[in-house]
């Protein structure tokens, strides 16, 4: 099993984290995080619940990871706040089909790779390690 940590993210990853790390600019990488907000599988606002909800966010966000067909995990997401909703789509996009055991020990040092966690609040870097370990503990249950 691959422990996914700086230097050995998955490749798709890589890539986003190198677009980011070419932007100095912290505002046009929020503008980045705007455009990747899109890139999610949506979660519909009617299975919004205190089960899929991100407590500890200063916006209303959800998440559920699931399993695919073949037993690789899934996110799908959605927020009311374009910013955090790009958040959970790099995550997604990096987390999408690996195993939920590779998920359950992933890093969420891609974030500060990428510049991102200095250019957020304090509250809605917190509401990010809230999401992450929300996504980290539902695959931990995922591989039990």
Not at 26 to 37: D, V
Request: charged share 25%.
């Amino acid at each position: 099993m691959l422990m996914y940590e700086a230097g050995s993210w998955p490749v798709r990853l890589q890539q986003i984290i190198d677009e980011f790390s070419e932007v100095d600019d912290s505002m046009e990488r929020i503008e980045m995080l705007f455009e990747y907000a899109q890139e999610i599988d949506e979660l519909p606002m009617s299975e919004w619940c205190d089960d899929t909800k991100v407590h500890g966010c200063q916006s209303e966000a959800h998440v559920l990871p699931m399993q695919n067909d073949d037993g690789t995990f899934h996110l799908m997401g959605a927020s009311d706040a374009k910013l955090v909703q790009g958040l959970m789509a790099i995550t997604a996009i990096a987390l999408e089909g690996l195993a939920p055991s590779e998920v359950a020990i992933f890093s969420s040092d891609y974030a500060s790779e990428m510049g991102l966690m200095n250019a957020l609040t304090p509250s809605r870097a917190n509401g990010f390690r809230n999401m992450f370990r929300k996504v980290v503990l539902a695959a931990q249950e995922m591989g039990e």
